[in-house]
């Protein structure tokens, strides 16, 4: 045994066994494609048929409708992104495993950001498929609605993209908090409420104070600014209506911000995750 | 080789392990003793960095564990605490803690052959007893095939065979050459398997020494003297500077006095002796009487638990 010697590629093949070799895993990714196909056929065949003589409408607004029909699974694939992304390193404290995981790989940082990498990847490419599939199966579907999907259109691609990413990205910051809450109840907990009671909390304070800034709040969090990453560009200025009058001052991210913003709070929840990683008794 | 110096460990103000300087040499089996709660699984953690000592230091074959290229091949290590995910299998626990080191397949099948975990080895680890727990851990610890090996009570759990198993093991890796160091609370097994023991008590250590000294330690503690004339023999042992006891009628425990001065003073009294034997000290005298003090949490000794 010579050449028997710790490497990042050997903890990145490591992290890929311990992924693809637990039951939970399996199950929440079965879950989060066919829940995301689903949905997206449900909501293609459910869409109402537009009025008598009504005018058709136009390109942007047909791929924006079939962007979001596609798209409607990431609401539901995001939560199952963000209870396995805490169970992946959670998982490891509640039963032990972290000590066999940092007394072969003693310096820690590098078994946590192979952890992450391949999480990460893995949930995209996952959170892919399930988009793509949800697109293929309801195009066909809603021409009977007056709407006809434009397979050459690249918005259309990159919002199935930039879905996949926001589910990883969900992921990972439930990995981060994770990281740093080291239990599974409150892993999962602290990821759920924080993409989604944390939103319906902040609109409940702007029913009731008529004030802007619990909106602008809303908009700098993970859920809000990630779902600029799958709107369908082209319609967003066309059907923009402000929520309510006065609404003026209510900031609105576009696609890059939304991504800086969310890829901000992963970075956050990481370094903070990994200062503690590094300095706690395992 | 580990050496030890000055290693502390403090959890808030509780001192787990206190100003521990020691070394575990190759080529021998060396037991870590001591009661439960006297620091041994602490130690063991703070050697391979799972936690940070408050002051002191720790290395291993001369450096830091966390500075070392290949650690599963230098050091395997068995925590007392289970240290695997309960749902996943054996054979894939060991296949990713190998991957991290390019370790191959091959070796993976020895050490599942070596620890006889072939019929569980596609079993997820959640169903397995603390004996087929406690193998896949010592697989897990041999799979770099390390010079040291680091085993927190290792016959933990273990049938009376599984018990001789490790024995033969430890015995013939350090044969091999390799630094063995192998916790226990139990004085019997170490008895049994250990060339060198250190003892701890309260975090401290309190031995350090091969076996047939500890040993030596506790022989000539007592010595039974049977004569008819314990009456009179008594008080003179006494007055000699002895502490003496009378469990029978005919039979003196004497502590403090050496056989031969008792039996010269007999004879200078003109007192028959029927028996005259230093009670014959044993391991787990010395253990005890080295801990008796060390001990944490005696058994009865809180009120209203």
Known sequence: MKTVTLSFGGELRSEWIKLRTLRSTLWCYLIMVVLTIALGLLIASAH??????????????????????????????????????ALVITGEYSTGMIRS??????????????????????????????????????????????????????????????????????????????????????????????????????????????????????????????????????????????????????????????????????VVAFVVGAVLVKRRDA | MIQAVGLTKRYGTKTAVDDVTFEVKPGMVTGFLGPNGAGKSTTMRLIVALDR?????????????????????????????????????????????????????????????????????????????????????????????????????????????????????????????????????????MAQTADHIIVLGRGRVIADAPVATIEAMATGTAVHVRTPDAERFGPLLTGAGATVARPEAELLEVTGLAAPQIGELAAHERIVLHELSPVGGSLEDAYLALTQDEVEYHAGGTVGA
């Open chain 2, 53 to 189: 000592p408050t002051s002191g230091s720790v290395t291993v074959n001369g450096k830091r564990y966390a500075d070392l290229k290949a650690p599963l091949r230098e050091v395997g290590v068995l925590l007392d605490a289970k240290a695997v995910h309960t749902g996943r299998t054996a054979e894939n626990h060991l296949l990713a803690l190998a991957a991290t080191h390019g370790i191959p397949r091959t070796r993976v099948d020895e050490v599942i052959a070596l620890t006889g975990l072939e019929s569980v080895a596609r079993r997820r680890v959640g169903g397995f007893s603390l004996g087929m727990g406690q193998r896949l851990g010592i697989a897990a610890a041999l799979l770099g095939d390390p010079s040291i090996l680091i085993l927190d009570e290792p016959v933990n759990g273990l049938d009376p065979e599984g018990v001789i198993w490790v024995r033969e093991l430890t015995r013939q890796l350090a044969g091999e050459g390799r630094t063995i160091f192998l916790s226990s609370h139990l004085m019997t097994e």
């Open chain 1, 101 to 266: 995981t940092f007394a072969a790989v003693p310096k820690r940082l590098p078994t946590i950001v192979a952890k992450a990498l391949v999480f990460g990847v893995t949930t995209f490419v996952v959170a892919l498929v399930g988009l793509v599939a949800a697109a293929l199966v309801s195009a066909p579907v809603l021409p009977t609605n007056d709407i006809t999907a434009d397979f050459g259109d690249g918005n259309v691609w990159l919002a199935l993209v930039g879905g996949a990413g926001y589910v990883a990205l969900i992921g990972l910051l439930a990995f981060g908090i994770g990281l740093i809450v080291r239990s599974s109840a409150g892993g999962i907990a602290a990821a759920l409420g924080l993409v989604l009671v944390v939103p319906t909390i902040l609109q409940v304070l702007a029913r009731v104070t008529l004030a802007d800034w619990p909106a602008n709040i809303a908009a700098f969090l993970p859920a809000s600014a990630g779902s600029k990453l799958y709107a369908y560009p082209g319609a967003a200025a066309e059907s923009f209506t402000p929520s309510r009058p006065g609404a003026s001052g209510v900031i609105t991210l576009d696609t890059w911000q939304g991504l800086l913003v969310l890829v901000g709070w992963v």
């Open chain 1, 48 to 85: 109402p048929a537009p009025a008598a003589g009504a005018p058709t409408p136009s390109h942007d607004v047909q791929q924006s409708t079939w962007v979001t029909v596609a798209t409607l699974g990431v609401g539901f694939a995001q939560l199952v992104s963000a209870v396995l992304g």
